[in-house]
C-alpha cells in the first residue's frame, strides 16, 4: 500500500510516495546527517543529501533488504513467523506516479523538484533513480514550456501563480500516460496551445487533466477537474487484468512488486472457489477482481467515489460478473451484514498507512470470516493492530515483506490471521429453559427458513423479518441480529401475511 494513502477516501491527497512531505515547517530539518560513504547508487543522484526520500540508497541492495527483514522481525516476532523479504530483480526507476511541485526559489526565479523531507523548500530534481524515467522527461519539458506560454509558477508565500503541481502516471504495460496539470486557478490561457506543445513533444501521452486548487493546503489536488484531452483517465494491467485509473484513485506505484504482493496475498486467502469473500478499502477493485477468479463472490467496499465509479468500470471491462462493489465506510458495512446474520468467508483489508481501527477490527469479528489477510504499508501499525484482532479472536499465523518501496525505509507486509479454535473460550452457566430455546433455534437456518416461506407461500422474507418474528415467539436471538443501521433510523415491521408465514415455517421445523 501506498504511505501518502491518508484513508485513500481523502479526495485530492495524490502525493507520491516518496513525497508525503506536508506540514509547513522549517526550511532545515534536524536529521542526523547521510553516511559520508556512499554506494554508487547514492552517488548517481544528485540530490540525495538534501532530498531526504531515498533513505537507504547509500546501502547495496542486499543490505536494503536484510535491513528491512529485521525491522519486520522486531515488530512482528511476538505475533507469528516473518517469512523471507520478497526483493525485486531490478529495483530502480519502478515509480509509475511521479509528482513535481513547482514554486518560486529563494531568488524569486521558477523551480521545479521535490519538496524536501519534513519542510515545504523545493528541491530541484531533473533525474530520480526510482521514478519513472519518461515522466521525468515529461516534467522537464512542461517546466522548459513555461516560459514560451508566459505561465507563472505559484508562490506559497504571496499566493501568486497559476502552477502549482503536476502529476504525470504511467501504464507501464499499455504505455498509456495521464499528466495532470494542477493549478491555482480555473483560468488557464492558452492551455489548448499548450496541450497540442505538449502532446507535440511527447505523443505518449493520452490523457491531460487540469486540477483546480485553489485552497492554502498541502494537499495536492483539488476537487475540481477538466479534461484538455483524452478520456480524462489511463489504462493499466496487473495479474492478466486491465484496470481504469482516474487521477485521483489509488493505484499501487510499483507494480512489478504489487504482482507479487497480490499472488502471496490470495495464496495466504486459501481460496477454493466456494467462498464469498469481502475486500475493504478495495479502491479501483485491483484485489476484488484478482481474487474474483478464485472465489464465489466478491464484495468490494470503498467510500472514495471515483475509485468505485473506476472500479465498476474495471468489472466490465474485464466481463467479471461475480463482483459487487459499495460506496460505503468497509467498517459500518460489515456491522450492517452482523445485523443481518450475514457471513463472511475471507475479508482482505488494505487500509491506509495510518493502519486499521479498532472499531473497525471489531466489524470484522462481527462477520466470522475464517481467514484475514492484512496488507499493510506500516509495519508499526500493523503491530499494534494484531493485538487489536487478538482480542477480537483473530491470531496472526506468518507475515510475509516485500519491497515496494526499493532504496526507502518503507517496506509492504501482508499478514494472515485466521480465527481462535473453539478450545479457547469463556465458560458461563445457562439454564435449561436457555438451553431449549438455543436448541430450537438451531434447528433451521434463516436461508432454510426464507426457502421454505418462498416455496410455500411465494413471498420473500428477510432475515430482519425472520428475527423479529423468533423475538415475538421467545427464541433468543443471537446478538446484532436485529440492529438498526442507525440510532435514528426506524426498523420496517414484518407485514402480517408475511408474519403468517415465517410462523409456520418455524412451526414446520418444529422450532415454535
Known amino acids: 500500500m501506498n504511505p501518502d494513502k491518508k484513508g485513500r477516501q481523502a479526495v485530492g491527497n495524490a502525493f507520491s510516495k516518496h513525497s508525503y512531505r506536508t506540514e509547513k515547517a522549517a526550511v532545515r530539518t ?37 535491513q528491512k ?30 509528482h513535481a511541485v513547482f514554486g518560486i526559489d529563494q531568488k524569486g526565479k521558477p523551480v521545479s523538484g521535490i519538496y524536501q523531507e519534513g519542510t515545504h523548500r523545493i528541491v530541484p530534481a531533473r533525474r530520480c533513480l526510482i521514478e519513472d524515467e519518461k515522466a521525468g522527461e515529461i516534467i522537464e519539458t512542461i517546466r522548459k514550456m513555461l516560459k514560451s506560454f508566459k505561465i507563472r509558477t505559484y508562490d506559497e508565500d ?49 490523457t491531460i487533466l487540469q486540477n483546480v486548487n485553489g485552497r492554502n493546503t498541502s494537499m495536492v489536488l483539488g476537487q475540481k477537474e477538466h479534461v484538455l484531452y483524452g478520456p480524462g483517465w489511463m489504462e493499466d494491467v496487473l495479474c492478466g487484468l486491465t484496470f481504469r485509473i482516474s487521477s485521483q484513485s489509488f493505484y499501487q506505484v510499483n507494480p512489478v512488486q504489487t504482482e507479487r504482493l497480490y499472488q502471496k496475498a490470495l495464496d495466504l486467502a486459501g481460496l477454493t472457489g466456494a ?42 471491462r474485464n466481463a467479471i460478473k461475480n463482483v459487487q462493489f459499495y460506496c460505503n465506510d468497509a467498517g459500518a458495512f460489515m456491522v450492517n451484514m452482523a445485523s443481518r446474520g450475514e457471513t463472511i468467508d475471507v475479508v482482505f483489508m488494505d487500509p491506509p498507512r495510518s493502519g486499521s481501527t479498532e472499531a473497525f477490527i471489531r466489524s470484522v469479528a462481527q462477520v466470522k470470516p475464517k481467514r484475514v489477510v492484512y496488507i ?32 526507502t525505509q518503507h517496506v509492504e507486509t501482508v499478514c494472515l ?40 407461500t411465494g413471498l420473500k422474507v428477510s432475515s430482519l423479518y425472520i428475527a423479529q418474528v423468533k423475538e415475538k415467539c421467545g427464541i433468543i436471538e443471537r446478538v446484532n441480529y436485529n440492529l438498526p ?28
Open 30 to 66: 534536524n536529521r542526523p546527517p547521510r553516511p559520508k560513504t556512499k554506494q554508487p547508487q547514492a552517488d548517481a543522484c544528485p540530490v540525495y543529501r538534501d532530498c531526504g526520500a531515498c533513505q537507504l540508497l547509500h546501502l547495496p541492495y542486499p543490505k536494503q533488504l536484510a
Open 69 to 98: 527483514q529485521r525491522a519486520v522481525e522486531a515488530l512482528l516476532k511476538e505475533f507469528c513467523p516473518v517469512k523471507p523479504i520478497l526483493g525485486m530483480d531490478h529495483p530502480l526507476h519502478y515509480r509509475n506516479k511521479v
Open 158 to 206: 504571496t499566493g501568486y501563480g497559476l502552477l502549482r503541481h503536476v502529476l504525470v502516471r504511467r501504464g507501464f504495460a499499455t504505455n498509456q500516460t495521464m499528466v495532470v496539470l494542477v493549478t491555482a486557478s480555473p483560468v488557464f490561457p492558452s492551455k489548448n496551445n499548450f496541450v497540442k506543445a505538449l502532446r507535440s513533444a511527447h505523443p505518449e501521452i493520452t
Open 275 to 316: 467462498e464469498t469473500v469481502l475486500d475493504a478499502y478495495c479502491g479501483i477493485g485491483t484485489i476484488s477482481l484478482i481474487a474474483s477468479a478464485r472465489a464465489r463472490t466478491v464484495i468490494g467496499v470503498e467510500l472514495n467515489q471515483d475509485a468505485v465509479r473506476d472500479a465498476v468500470q474495471n468489472a466490465r
Open 376 to 407: 499493510s504499508c506500516s509495519p508499526e501499525t500493523l503491530a499494534r493492530d494484531l493485538k487489536l484482532f487478538k482480542k477480537n479472536g483473530y491470531q496472526a499465523k506468518e507475515a510475509w515483506p516485500v519491497d515496494m518501496f526499493c532504496g
Open 417 to 456: 490471521l485466521s480465527k481462535l479454535h473453539s478450545d479457547q473460550h469463556i465458560e458461563v452457566e445457562l439454564q435449561m429453559d436457555e438451553l431449549d430455546l438455543t436448541a430450537a433455534e438451531s434447528k433451521a437456518t434463516y436461508e432454510e427458513i426464507k426457502d421454505y416461506v418462498l416455496e410455500h
Open 485 to 512: 443501521k442507525s440510532e435514528n433510523s426506524r426498523q420496517p415491521k414484518c407485514p402480517p401475511e408475511k408474519e403468517a408465514a415465517i410462523r409456520e415455517a418455524l412451526g414446520y421445523f418444529h422450532m415454535i
